[in-house]
C-alpha cells in the first residue's frame, strides 16, 4: 500500500471554524490553506452550532483516520470551542463550565496519551479560546428573529469559559492561542467596539478573522517553529528541483524510482 503523500493540519471546532473559509470574509481557514499549500492539507472540521459534548463523538471519528497507518499524519490540531458551550440556561447548547474543560481534556488526552489508541506524539495541539461576544449586537439580532429570542450569551460568562481553555491548556502542556484577549484588546477592552470585529455580536466578520489568523501563525511561529509554514517545506520539489532526466523518479515520493 502507498505511503502517506501530505500531512493533515485539522481545525475542528464549531460554526466560528466553519465559517473560516467563508467567501468574502478572507476566513483563517482560507489563509491557512493558501499559505500552507502544498506544504499540509488544511481540513476544516468546523460543526455550525456544535458545543464539546456534542462535539466528542465526531472528533473521535475524525481522529481515527487521521491516525491510520496509512492515512496522512495528523501534523497539528486545532480545537476552537466555547462560544456554544457558553450559552446560558435554558440553551440546549449549554455546557457546564466545569463539563467543557473536561470535554476539552479529554480531546487532547485522547492525542497525548501513550494509553490512547488515538495516541500520536508528533502532533502538535493548540487550543483557542473563544472570541468575546458583544451582548449588545447579539440582543438586537435574535430580537430580530421570527420569532424573536431572548439573549443566550453574557460577556463575562464567554470571558470564563475562554480562561478555561487558557487552563486548560497550562495544565496539559499544549498551545494556546488567545483570541479572547487580542480581538477585545482590539476592541480597545470595549465591548461595544466589538462591533468592529463581529457581525452579529457572535461570529467573527473579515475583521475579526484577520486578528484571529495573525493571533494563531504568531503562536504557532513562537511556541512551535517547526510547524510553521515558513519552516516547512513543500512535499514535492519546486519544478525547477526535477530531475529533466528522470521526472518520474524524483517526483515519486512512495517508491523514489520508477
Not at 18 to 37: C, D, I, K, M, S
Not at 125 to 147: F, M, Q
Not at 173 to 178: E, P, R, S
Not at 236 to 242: D, E, G, H, K
Request: aromatic share 10%.
Amino acid at each position: 500500500m502507498a505511503a502517506p503523500i501530505q500531512d493533515v493540519f485539522m481545525l475542528f471546532g464549531d460554526s466560528i471554524t466553519q465559517g473560516g473559509w467563508e467567501p468574502g470574509l478572507n476566513g483563517f481557514g482560507q489563509r491557512l490553506t493558501h499559505v500552507y499549500a502544498r506544504r499540509l492539507d488544511v481540513l476544516n472540521r468546523g460543526f455550525s452550532g456544535y458545543n464539546t459534548t456534542w462535539g466528542m463523538p465526531v472528533f473521535e471519528q475524525c481522529i481515527a483516520k487521521a491516525s491510520d497507518k496509512y492515512a496522512p499524519r495528523l501534523r497539528m490540531l486545532a480545537i476552537w470551542f466555547g462560544a456554544n458551550d457558553a450559552c446560558i440556561k435554558p440553551s440546549p447548547q449549554h455546557v457546564p463550565l466545569a463539563t467543557f474543560a473536561a470535554n476539552l481534556k479529554q480531546m487532547v488526552d485522547m492525542i497525548k496519551s501513550p494509553k490512547s489508541e488515538y495516541y500520536s506524539p508528533t502532533t502538535r495541539i493548540i487550543l483557542i479560546s473563544p472570541p468575546p461576544v458583544n451582548t449588545h449586537a447579539r440582543k438586537a439580532a435574535l430580537a430580530e428573529r421570527e420569532p424573536p429570542m431572548a439573549l443566550d450569551r453574557e460577556f463575562d460568562i464567554t470571558r470564563a469559559y475562554a480562561d478555561a481553555v487558557r487552563d486548560v491548556a497550562a495544565a496539559e502542556g499544549v498551545i494556546f492561542a488567545d483570541v479572547w484577549t487580542a480581538i477585545y484588546e482590539a476592541a480597545d477592552k470595549d465591548e461595544v467596539k466589538l462591533d468592529k470585529f463581529l457581525g452579529d455580536g457572535l461570529h467573527l466578520n473579515e475583521n475579526g478573522y484577520d486578528v484571529m489568523y495573525k493571533t494563531l501563525i504568531d503562536t504557532i511561529g513562537k511556541e512551535c517553529p517547526e510547524v510553521h509554514y515558513a519552516n516547512i517545506g513543500p512535499v514535492f520539489p519546486p519544478w525547477v528541483a526535477i530531475d529533466l532526466e528522470n521526472p518520474a523518479k524524483s517526483l515519486n515520493l512512495a517508491k523514489g524510482e520508477t
